[in-house]
């Protein structure tokens, strides 16, 4: 068996994966269950100033039968009493020693507030605090939240003030509203963050009901923009969490990777591109804290496989592999190949590629099943026919290289070779 | 013994319950919608008499765009709603799923239809807007599968169709020859009234070609005649006894449990069903639910070369009835003018027949059956002395046609079981279709051929 014990900043736990600061981490009896189904850690739902939430505070988005691929809310922070919150974080601490407890801030924009709030939950015995700079509703119109974050400048002033009162390891969490994350994450780590946590949500509206003609999540004949997470927004965090762990000044500090990680596969994607733990939100508020039994048997049982002995072993383990387009090797070619006795004659391949990309499948026509075989002179190697073939390893993609070194666009250039050669 | 009224009230309400329940729910069909690949060029089309758009259909479904759905069913077939609950979808549509080459479970394709086609019947959508009319006149002789479809596209064009009927209701077999388990009899009153209602369609029951009205009267009075008539009565078995009480037709049997109710319906204690086809699997089932105490199927071939399909069969052995394969009825035995026993040839397979399946060849062997009623469902034969009497070609009654449909006389087309012999629901409205096209053909453009 694999070890998949975590220590991110030195804070312990005993897997990866961790709660994300959200609702299911505002009071003691959801983290309690949390813990008691195997949870790793939690980061605390966010604690500052006063707020009042609605009625009415989230909405999907659903694809196919699969309800909320698609996620979104309009909760604030913790809308609860902050001595409440601190004595359940104590209680909390007390009853699950062995698990990770990191408590999420948003401090009214003023030093003293910030110290104040961190010395209080410094109190509790909590072992770390993570920067909530990236919530795109409600906070940021009062110049809090994500409002923070999309400005180096205001991000590095708080992280500052909160380094000099902090004792235990801070983490700053980035808002993915911004055409790069880079420029805050490198303003808040030269501000002295221990490390950074991405991506807070994105701000969305996830659809409108056709009868009422009112976007969702509706509150009382109105809306407003949602932050949007859940499995949908997965790719768009791999990219981000990619340019941070590719920056030279980033990629010092240890990431925690947030942004719809649903399972085992989705967490060890994560940590391949450099997050050193995870954290989860949507994936438990759609089938509850039970689906960390399987990240765990999961995630240990790939580690086995690989040969992965410690997280260590795996983590970063693709950030290289992602380059810049003028680096790839235009020599590399693939032709798509059908096998023809795993076909089942849907015909989707045929029309998506004979439709919108190279008219590169022949097809024979035959009642009731036609017969589909490429075209290996046309075919560009685009992958459309693979992605959306239903039957597994039916349509594979074969190496047919032009020519056995490698070459990349500058080069192609510089020697005047000829295009559209296919 | 033969008696009626065998049973209670809720034990035929739950014998005849529907068998292929509906969606119980929108979230369901929704599943199931969901699960359909979308293929293109579809087999499920293909396989499709009336070539109904099924992925697309399907993919409506799952749009919640149900009007167009349905409208999409009844483009290509008016009866789509029928046909979801008789259609033998195995050999058809659902046979030719994708799925089925993964060893999946193939889409609930028929169901997926009743649920688009059953909502707009019940919310009365008419999807189909009369075209200005023509001035065309065109009669139809039999309100059943073919002659209501070719009406509807007669009517969608612009064309004022009469339709004569000699029952008092129409749909034909699908009111009168379906098993009652599949279709209700309300059901095929409303699916008739829900094609009726687009208009420029006007229904004469009661009215009976060759009887009531001529042929020439119907040429003189319309600038076309289709002849969608179907066939008649089970073929003879043409053996001793056939006239003893308690030897009855299929067809009148199911029509008897289909016009009068289940209460009303005699059946024996050992009943013996001559056939296998989709109307001998009918009878034989419903004989038993009337609550016959023994149903025994007789076929003169083997299991292989059965008409009726897998699943047909399995619902008549689910219910109990016998089967006995290789059996040809040679005599039936009766003592005071009531059938008491039937005598079956034991046969074996000899050579291909015309229809390419090993043909059954008589063995000297006999084996008899103790049963008191013997239902005749060994196919049905045309109407071969109106036929004739109408001075129409045809072969042994089923009318002959060229490929526009058309009949040796000018301007009377036909189409449906009169031209094939029987086939399935499905087929009779493709024909419909393929009448009307003719007809409208022959009415906007043959003058210019010709």
Same mark, same amino acid.
């Given at each position: ?64 039968? &699969? ?43 003023? !030093? ?6 961190? &010395? ?29 974050? +999309? ?41 002295? %963050? ?51 762990? +590719? ?84 020599? #590399?070619?693939? =032709?798509?190949? =059908? ?16 439709? %919108? ?11 009731? #099943? ?6 290996? /002179? ?42 559209? /050669?296919? | ?37 979308? @293929? #293109? ?21 799952? %749009? ?75 009669? =139809? ?44 009899? +309300?059901? @095929? ?12 369609? /006007?229904? &004469? ?14 040429? &003189? ?13 089970? !073929? ?21 449990? !289909? ?39 007789? #076929? ?7 008409? @009726? ?34 005598? @079956? ?46 001075? =129409? ?40 279709? /393929? ?16």
């Amino acid at each position: 068996m694999a070890d998949i014990s975590s220590n991110f900043l030195g804070i312990k736990s005993p897997n990866p994966f961790w709660l994300a600061s959200a609702p299911p981490t505002d009071k003691k009896i959801n983290v309690l269950r949390a813990f008691e189904a195997g949870w790793g850690g939690v980061v605390w739902k966010t604690l500052g100033s006063q707020v009042k939430n609605v009625s009415s505070r989230y909405s999907a988005v659903n694809f196919g039968a &699969k309800k909320m691929m698609g996620f979104n809310n309009i909760e604030l922070i913790s809308d609860r009493p902050l001595d409440l919150n601190l004595k359940e974080i104590k209680e909390c601490l007390k009853l699950f020693p062995d698990r990770a407890m990191v408590v999420s801030l948003m401090a009214d924009n003023d !030093r003293k507030s910030w110290h104040e709030l961190i &010395k209080k939950v410094e109190d509790t015995g909590a072992h770390g605090l993570e920067l909530n700079f990236g919530c795109p509703h409600g906070m940021t119109e009062r110049g809090m939240g994500a409002a923070v974050g +999309q400005d180096p400048e205001i991000a590095k002033m708080v992280v500052e003030w909160v380094m000099e009162a902090a004792t235990i390891p801070v983490i700053t969490k980035l808002t993915p509203n911004v055409h790069s994350v880079v420029p805050t994450g490198k303003a808040v780590v030269e501000a002295g %963050t221990n490390a950074l946590s991405l991506i807070n949500t994105i701000q969305s509206v996830t659809g409108i009901n056709l009868d009422t003609l009112v976007p969702n999540p509706y509150v009382a004949g109105k809306s407003v923009f949602g932050g949007y997470c859940g499995p949908a927004v997965k790719p768009i965090a791999l990219k981000m969490l990619t340019t941070i762990a +590719q920056n030279p000044v980033t990629s010092k500090v240890p990431v925690s990777g947030i942004g719809g990680v649903s399972t085992w596969r989705d967490a060890v994607e994560f940590m391949l591109l450099g997050a050193s733990n995870v954290q989860v939100c949507t994936a438990a508020m759609n089938h509850g804290f039970r689906i960390v039994e399987d990240m765990i048997e999961g995630m240990n049982n790939w580690m086995d496989e690989k040969g992965f002995k410690t997280l260590d072993d795996f983590i970063g383990k693709s950030v290289d592999k992602i380059t810049h387009w003028e680096d790839l090797d235009i020599n #590399y070619h693939h =032709i798509a190949n =059908i096998n023809q006795d795993k076909c089942i004659h849907c015909g989707l391949c045929y029309i998506a590629c004979e439709d %919108t990309s190279h008219q590169s499948i022949n097809i024979e026509y035959g009642k009731p #099943y036609n017969t589909y075989t490429i075209k290996e /002179d046309e075919c560009v190697g685009c992958n459309l026919c693979q992605l959306v073939c239903p039957v597994n390893g039916c349509i594979t993609m074969e190496e047919h290289r032009v020519a056995p070194e490698y070459l990349n666009w500058i080069e192609f250039q510089k020697r005047g070779l000829p295009l559209n /050669d296919h | 013994m033969i008696k009626n009224n065998r049973l209670s009230k809720e034990q035929y309400a739950n014998n005849f319950s529907d068998i292929h329940p509906p969606f119980e729910t929108k979230d369901a069909a929704l599943v199931e919608a969901n699960r359909c690949l979308f @293929c #293109y060029d579809a087999p499920c089309t293909k396989s499709c008499p009336t070539s109904i758009d099924v992925p697309k259909f399907i993919k409506q479904i799952a %749009t919640e765009n149900i009007k167009g759905s349905a409208h999409t069913i009844f483009s290509s077939n008016i009866m789509g709603a029928g046909c979801s609950k008789v259609c033998p979808v195995e050999k058809l549509c659902e046979g030719a799923c994708v799925y089925n080459l993964m060893e999946e479970t193939p889409i609930h394709i028929a169901k997926l239809q009743r649920y688009a086609t059953e909502i707009a019947m019940q919310k009365n959508w008419q999807l189909f807007q009369r075209k200005p009319s023509t001035g065309k006149k065109v009669a =139809i002789v039999g309100a059943g599968p073919a002659g209501l479809s070719c009406a509807h596209v007669l009517s969608r064009n612009g064309i004022d169709v009469t339709v004569f009927e000699k029952e008092s209701k129409g749909g034909g077999l699908m009111t009168y020859g379906i098993a009652a388990y599949k279709v209700t009899p +309300q059901f @095929c009153n409303d699916e008739v009234d829900y094609i009726v209602d687009i208009g420029g369609i /006007d229904v &004469k029951y009661n009215i009976e070609l060759g009887k009531d009205i001529t042929l020439a009267q119907l040429k &003189k009075e319309f600038d076309a005649v289709y002849l969608g008539i179907g066939v008649g009565v089970a !073929r003879q078995l043409d053996i001793p006894g056939e006239k003893l009480e308690g030897v009855v037709d299929a067809i009148k049997f199911i029509y008897e449990i !289909r016009a009068n109710g289940f209460s009303t319906v005699p059946v024996g204690d050992k009943v013996a069903v001559i056939g296998m086809g989709m109307t001998a699997i009918d009878a034989a089932t419903q004989a038993k639910r009337l609550g016959a105490k023994e149903v025994t199927l007789v #076929y003169r071939r083997t299991e292989a070369e059965k008409p @009726c399909t897998d699943v047909e069969l399995d619902i008549a052995r689910l219910d109990g009835v016998e089967v006995i394969w290789l059996a040809a009825p040679q005599k039936i035995k009766g003592a005071r003018g009531k059938v008491k026993q039937l005598v @079956c040839s034991v046969m074996q397979l000899g050579e291909p027949d015309a229809s390419g399946r090993r043909s059954p060849v008589d063995t000297g062997e006999t084996f008899t059956l103790d049963v008191d009623m013997v239902i005749k469902a060994a196919g049905q034969v045309p109407f071969e002395k109106l036929v004739g009497k109408l001075k =129409i070609q045809n072969t042994k009654g089923k009318i002959s046609i060229d490929e526009n449909c058309a009949t040796n006389i000018k301007g009377v087309f036909a189409g449906g079981d009169a031209v094939n012999g029987g086939k399935e629901v499905v087929d009779a409205v493709q024909a419909g279709k /393929d009448g009307a096209a003719a007809i409208m053909n022959f009415l906007f453009h043959a003058k210019k051929q010709s």
